[in-house]
């Protein structure tokens, strides 16, 4: 007899999670001599304190992706990867240009890789039919797939990008914590550096591995972009936001990189958008169709916001944190946090949403632990990142736009993740 097990959604488990926080802080924040009854309501009334505290967090997450998104699909960025499939002559080639434009467009914005990939993938899919060359499409778009395993350690990370605000929600346990110190630390970009190195070697030896079966790709007109409008506002406005934006790096010097936070990424992505796309309206329809995909960040973040309302206000958040540092020394610390991080990602697929959750603990933790919070930042957005490879997740949009399924991409990624985990654990081990 054949069982039909359906995994729950992202927003079911998000109801799921909120539910077991809630449960534990009722059974372990229980004041003495209170009534249970009542300090159940009460934890209900935290949750609700804390529903809408991250509404600018949630608005920047949805706003880095939909930008980052519809950026992709502007005609520019499409000539630029009709140009590079173009180039294509060997599987090899397919693979690493693939690989490379992903981890290069990842490592910027996390949605501009995304779509960069999976688009780059379906044209070099549709290119290899037509010329009848002998391409490993699986792994073309596995290695589409590859930005998500550089971008939380690189120019759009949640967790970094968000500590480097004035006024951020853990702003009166760590101060603002400028990028410097995390995105653009030696560990950091050392990490990547040999992270990247590595994953070309991979590709490189995959490729060359014998294709079991050609998959035929026929011509989809979704992956090019027609600009038909002929309003040019769009460049006016783009120019005046790239201006201003260029403007900030005169105060690198001066003031070091503390303006380079998600409002001022989001800020260049809308002007890089505009000018793209040069035209307000079409821009308008693309940027509709890319809103799409941020449904779940919509809906989910106040969720997490009320699971940060429960711990932080019924005490379970410090409860939490003084357990770990009892359980764990400055030198495992570091790596159960990654661990861990990489495990809540499949349970909690955004990276904001996660660091919202669990970024207190691990704040909490370091700084009784005196460890280096800009380290453990980076440790947690490694943890993060390293399990998309076998969260399918964000690889919706790239299973809908090169059409393969999850599983003929699992057999492949599941190998980047294992050289991710090996490079990150001992990068953590070795520096944090």
Same mark, same amino acid.
């Given at each position: ?254 003031? #070091?990189?503390?303006?380079?936070? =998600?409002?001022?990424?989001? &800020? ?5 958008? %505009? +000018?793209? *796309? @040069? ?123 090169? #059409?393969?399924?999850?599983?003929? =991409?699992?057999?492949?990624? &599941? ?5 991710? %985990? +090996?490079? *990150? @654990? ?7």
């Amino acid at each position: 007899m054949k069982i039909n097990l359906n995994f729950p959604s992202s927003f079911q488990i998000a109801l799921l999670l909120s539910l077991i926080v809630y449960v534990l802080a009722v059974g372990f924040t229980l004041p003495t001599n209170e009534s249970i009854f009542l300090y159940s309501f009460q934890v209900l009334k935290f949750w609700k304190s804390g529903f809408w505290e991250l509404l600018e967090f949630t608005l920047q997450m949805i706003l880095i992706l939909v930008f980052g998104h519809t950026l992709a699909m502007s005609q520019p960025v499409d000539n630029f990867l009709d140009k590079v499939a173009f180039y294509v002559k060997t599987n090899t080639h397919a693979v690493l240009f693939t690989g490379g434009v992903s981890m290069a467009g990842g490592y910027l914005n996390w949605g501009f890789g995304l779509i960069l990939g999976a688009v780059l993938a379906r044209k070099i899919g549709e290119i290899a039919t037509e010329k009848r060359l002998a391409v490993n499409y699986p792994l073309v778009a596995a290695s589409g797939y590859l930005g998500m395993l550089v971008w939380h350690g690189g120019l759009s990370g949640s967790s970094t990008l968000k500590v480097a605000e004035e006024n951020h929600f853990l702003m009166d346990k760590i101060g603002v914590v400028t990028i410097n110190k995390t995105i653009f630390s030696d560990f950091n970009i050392w990490t990547n550096v040999v992270l990247i190195l590595c994953l070309i070697l991979l590709l490189l030896f995959l490729s060359k591995k014998p294709i079991d079966k050609q998959v035929e790709v026929t011509k989809n007109r979704s992956t090019k972009v027609v600009n038909e409008s002929k309003d040019k506002l769009g460049y006016l406005i783009g120019l005046i936001i790239l201006a201003l934006s260029v403007s900030e790096f005169s105060k690198v010097y001066e003031e #070091g990189w503390g303006f380079l936070d =998600l409002n001022f990424v989001n &800020f260049i992505l809308l002007g890089l958008g %505009l +000018l793209a *796309f @040069g035209s307000l309206s079409r821009y308008v329809s693309s940027l509709s169709e890319a809103v799409r995909g941020a449904t779940d960040i919509l809906i989910q973040f106040p969720f997490y916001a009320g699971i940060l309302g429960i711990m932080k206000y019924s005490g379970l958040l410090v409860l939490i944190a003084d357990g770990i540092v009892q359980h764990s020394g400055p030198g495992s610390f570091p790596l159960f946090s990654f661990f861990s991080a990489a495990i809540i990602n499949f349970f909690v697929p955004s990276g904001g949403g996660q660091w919202a959750i669990q970024g207190p603990v691990i704040v909490e933790a370091a700084n009784q632990m005196n460890i280096s919070v800009p380290n453990m930042i980076i440790a947690f957005a490694y943890g993060d990142q390293v399990s998309n490879m076998l969260q399918p997740f964000w690889a919706l949009p790239l299973l809908a736009i090169t #059409g393969l399924s999850a599983k003929s =991409l699992l057999g492949y990624t &599941f190998y980047f993740f294992l050289i991710a %985990l +090996l490079i *990150f @654990g001992i990068s953590i081990w070795l520096f944090v």
